[in-house]
């Protein structure tokens, strides 16, 4: 009984505030450190790629981008679902906070999908199966944010939200797949940014240090945004 | 039950021939839009044969998808869509009945014009069959799942774009699995795994969307 | 039979009412009365289980109808404030669907028969030729065919109509209540239903 009462005790919004506060604090320098080490690893220690030359450093940003925009969608997916179930408004709120840090990593996924494009494979898109399915991922963000912007009413817009984001979740393995066999249908294997240069464990390593920077650091983004949506509707 | 579903899609098909002008409408954006895009990338046979699965699928998803955000917006203006909410029947049984009426007023006369687009483009008779289970599998998917964007955005500021950005998105399975099919057809391979693909996602979606339309339209309405 | 308890509504950051609690047997009739914005229509749709309200519950023979939905709605007839027609349909196709969506059986004859004694014009004339009153006569005609729905819930029934349609709807109203039926309305005119016993809710 005494775990419940915890439990919903920081569903609240006013007890949650000064809590996430603290949190955010200490991921804000959880994800500086960890972004130091990861790139130091990626840019420094890591070998150079015999085919790919020095340009391949950059998957040690897109993969782990492209790793938490996925990620975050099914985080925000999973707070949407909740509020919409048990009518909590702070899980809502986490769901709204999440997703603008989710479309940032997708956008970023895409962005340096395309400069490794360019060197490796002499364009900056190649419809690679993909950064299309990343392409649609950021469709399907921008789509939640602003079905949130356009309604006015805060309940209302949660739970719309929370409606487009499970249709969403429920659909990204689909779209994924069938992006996929569209890309074999359409271009072979000759050009496929997912052949990534075999991993050297100093490669992992950097990507692994990486991806825990850029999860510490949506954590204490949502939280902090999530700070500022219960200031605005408390 | 089956009494209250009979009658949404009478009444909706009864309305729909009253007012023939946006059946109309719709299906001339269909035409309209297939016939663009040889003026817009030059008239070479072989480049449009090669592109006319594509082409008319796509058109056929935007004329489909214009006429979602009617769906539920003139029901909700005259209060009929609250008596509909009050119905005896359960909601999703009802909404399943509107989007059946949508699918035979604005899919199911593209699936019946889709050869005469076929024709323009060159594309072998051979392949008019795959062209037209292909739609016929596949438009009554795009309706049920524009109808869930059409039930969140109702009554919104920005409709019928945000409607669009919504729903876009989720179209993309279908219209793959639409075109490709007929591709592999053209290219001599079998298109039965992409049709059943397509089968597979109408069940699920016959299955799952009228409750998730049901529940947006009483978000939406509260 | 109906219990409101508690309701809370909050609309646009207003808050219109608080802690409103009231109960309705048969043989009642509650006017909900006060002024343009005062939540009557907000408090009629959440009895009906349109809108959800934003505390308290309301309950259908002892069942929250958040649970019962269709097996509470069976039991009601709602008119709102739009007369829930379409246009393009004449009067009594529009009464025949409305009849088969909420459960009831209702033939051709019947509606007939209904919109008669409402005085409309028999012929089949889409309803967008018809003026307000006879569009809010051919809704109100429902009430006609819904003689075993124990409860009606009216939002403004009395608007657009006049003297001798106006007296009519109070007749109806005032029998049904009379044969066991509960009936709410809102309206900001001056009825007078019959000998019923009148409870008055007031807003704001």
Same mark, same amino acid.
């Given at each position: 009984m005494s775990a419940a009462v915890k439990w919903f005790w920081f569903a609240s919004p006013q007890t949650f505030f000064p809590l996430a506060g603290t949190i955010a604090r200490a991921c804000w320098i959880g994800a500086a450190l960890l972004a130091v080490a990861g790139l130091t690893v990626g840019f420094f220690v890591a070998p150079t790629d015999a085919q790919q030359g020095e340009a391949y450093r950059i998957i040690f940003i897109h993969v782990p981008a492209a790793w938490m925009s996925m990620f975050l969608y099914v985080v925000m997916a999973f707070w949407a679902a909740i509020g919409l179930a048990f009518n909590t408004r702070l899980s809502s709120m986490m769901a709204s906070a999440v997703a603008p840090t989710g479309a940032l990593f997708t956008f970023i996924a895409l962005w340096t999908g395309a400069l490794w494009g #360019?060197?490796? !494979? %002499? &364009?900056? !898109?190649? !419809?690679d199966a993909r950064l299309t399915s990343e392409l649609i991922l950021l469709f399907l963000y921008l789509g939640f944010m602003a079905l949130q912007a356009a309604i006015d009413d805060p309940r209302r817009a949660d739970r719309a939200g929370a409606v487009l984001a499970i249709v969403g979740v429920v659909n990204v393995p689909v779209i994924y797949y069938s992006v996929k066999w569209w890309n074999t249908l359409h271009q072979g294997a000759s050009v496929s940014l997912t052949r990534a240069p075999s991993m050297a464990s100093t490669m992992l390593t950097g990507m692994l240090l990486m991806a825990l920077a850029f999860w510490l650091y949506s954590i204490a983004a949502s939280l902090a945004r999530v700070r500022c949506i219960i200031r605005e509707r408390e | 039950m089956i009494a209250a579903a009979r009658a949404i899609v009478r009444r909706d098909l009864l309305l729909a021939l009253r007012r023939p002008g946006d059946v109309g409408t719709a299906l001339l954006f269909f035409v309209i839009v297939a016939s663009l895009f040889p003026l817009g990338i030059g008239a070479e046979p072989n480049l449009l044969r090669a592109v006319a699965p594509g082409v008319i699928w796509v058109a056929a998803l935007l004329s489909s998808m214009l006429s979602l955000s009617r769906l539920f917006a003139a029901d909700h203006a005259d209060g009929t869509l609250e008596q509909m909410l009050l119905g005896a029947a359960p909601l999703g049984v009802v909404v399943a009945a509107k989007v059946l009426a949508h699918w035979l007023i604005s899919g199911l006369p593209l699936v019946a014009i889709a050869p005469l687009i076929a024709l323009q483009y060159d594309l072998? $008779?051979?392949?008019y069959g795959t062209l037209a289970v292909s739609l016929l599998l596949g438009t009554p998917v795009l309706s049920l799942i524009g109808a869930i964007g059409a039930a969140l955005t109702l %009554?919104? #500021? *920005?409709g019928g774009v945000l409607l669009a950005l919504l729903v876009l998105p989720l179209y993309v399975p279908v219209l793959i699995m639409g075109a490709g099919g007929v591709d592999m057809a053209a290219a001599g391979l079998s298109p039965q795994g992409q049709l059943q693909l397509l089968a597979a996602l109408l069940v699920v979606a016959a299955a799952f969307a009228p409750w998730a339309i049901a529940a947006a339209l009483r978000i939406s309405t509260e | 039979m109906l219990e409101a308890s508690n309701l809370d509504c909050l609309r646009g950051g207003r808050t219109l009412f608080r802690g409103l609690s009231f109960s309705l047997q048969g043989g009642e009739l509650l006017r909900i009365a006060g002024a343009? *914005?005062?939540g009557k229509t907000s408090l009629l749709k959440i009895l009906c289980g349109l809108l959800t309200p934003d505390a308290g519950e309301v309950r259908w023979q002892g069942a929250p109808i958040r649970q019962l939905r269709e097996d509470y709605s069976r039991h009601l007839v709602y008119l709102g404030?739009?007369? $829930?027609?379409? /246009? /393009?349909?004449?009067a009594a196709e529009n009464l025949t669907v409305a009849c088969t969506l909420a459960g009831r059986k209702a033939s051709p004859q019947d509606a007939q028969t209904a919109l008669e004694r409402y %005085?409309?014009?028999? /012929? $089949?004339? &889409?309803? #967008? #030729?018809?003026?307000q009153g006879q569009r809010r006569r051919a809704a109100l005609a429902r009430l006609l065919l819904s003689a075993d729905a124990p409860l009606w819930l009216l939002d403004e029934p009395f608007a657009a109509l006049d003297a001798a349609a106006a007296r009519f709807t109070e007749e109806l109203i005032a029998s049904h209540v009379a044969q066991g039926g509960a009936a709410i309305y809102t309206t900001h005119q001056d009825a007078n239903i019959g000998a019923a016993v009148l409870r008055v809710v007031e807003l704001g």
């Open positions: #360019r060197p490796t !494979w %002499g &364009a900056y !898109w190649v !419809w | 072998p $008779a051979s392949l %009554g919104l #500021r *920005g | 343009n *914005g005062s404030h739009a007369p $829930a027609v379409k /246009d /393009d349909l004449t %005085g409309l014009p028999a /012929d $089949a004339v &889409a309803v #967008r #030729r018809l003026s």
